[in-house]
């Protein structure tokens, strides 16, 4: 199992960017997948979720309305759409493959003028 990550950098508060994730090594539609992050001092938090074909989601209440969580099955790619980013949202991002505990490197994002 490898997920990669990408997409993140630094953006002004207010700003938007969209997060990728690139899965190999299972039947990524199987997988319910996840994105954490985790600030610098602070416990890794879930961000949102998605289920393995795409209609079920969650978030957690700080990103609700802010974040959209999507999945691109035939490229094994899963999404997250950050918008009207603030400076807490400045943390290392992970995704996750719920099915197989496995996490990919992170990227940063830093919310900041």
């Known amino acids: 199992v490898q997920l990669v990550e990408s997409g993140g950098g630094l953006v002004q508060p207010g700003g938007s960017l969209r997060l990728s994730c690139l899965a190999s090594?299972?039947?990524?539609?199987?997988?319910?997948m996840r994105w954490y992050r985790q600030a610098p001092g602070k416990e890794r938090e879930l961000v949102a979720q998605i289920g393995g074909a795409g209609y079920t989601t969650q978030y957690a209440d700080s990103v609700k309305d802010r974040f959209t969580i999507s999945r691109d099955n035939a490229k094994n790619t899963v999404y997250l759409q950050m918008n009207s980013l603030k400076p807490e949202d400045t943390a290392i991002y992970y995704c996750?493959?719920?099915?197989?505990?496995?996490w990919g490197q992170g990227t940063q994002v830093t919310v900041s003028l």
């Open positions: 996750m493959a719920f099915a197989f505990g496995s």
């Open positions: 090594g299972f039947t990524f539609s199987m997988s319910n």
